[in-house]
């Protein structure tokens, strides 16, 4: 009888081990997929920021006295998601004015995103300093 329950508790003790370094490991890989799922997502976002950037930089250029000499400065533009497609756009731009001289100014710039990689410039402001 003493070894009968000795088995019977030993699998018991076996049973519940399993299960609880089972599911240890199975939190872990859920941890580690939604890490990767989110750093996929930042990742996403950051490449979208860039495009809508980008874009909010051609409506900028169109609307500077010398758009050729146009130096935007990527670490200071901040990007707004507004509804599905619009984006504000705000950000800093160096370029010549009307006499030659590089001067700073701020913008906001308001994107409208369209079908097949198209955008519209709904409101562009630019602010000398």
């Not at 490449?47 to 130096?71: D, F, G, H, R, Y």
């Not at 800093?92 to 994107?111: K, P, T, W």
Request: aromatic share 10%.
């Amino acid at each position: 009888k003493e070894t009968v329950q000795g088995c019977a508790a030993l699998i018991v003790v076996g049973v519940i081990l399993f299960f609880t370094v089972k599911s240890c490991f199975f939190t872990k890989d859920e941890a580690e997929i939604q890490k990767e799922i989110e750093r996929k997502e930042q990742q996403e976002k950051e490449a979208k920021n860039l495009e809508i950037i980008s874009k909010a930089q051609v409506c900028v250029q169109k609307n500077l006295k010398s758009p050729s000499t146009a130096e935007f400065d990527y670490f200071d533009s901040k990007v707004w998601e507004l509804n599905d497609s619009t984006y504000m756009v705000k950000g800093s731009v160096d370029a010549q004015n009307e006499f030659g001289a590089m001067l700073r100014a701020h913008y906001e710039c308001e994107i409208t995103l369209l079908q097949n990689d198209n955008f519209r410039c709904v409101n562009v402001t630019i602010i000398q300093q």
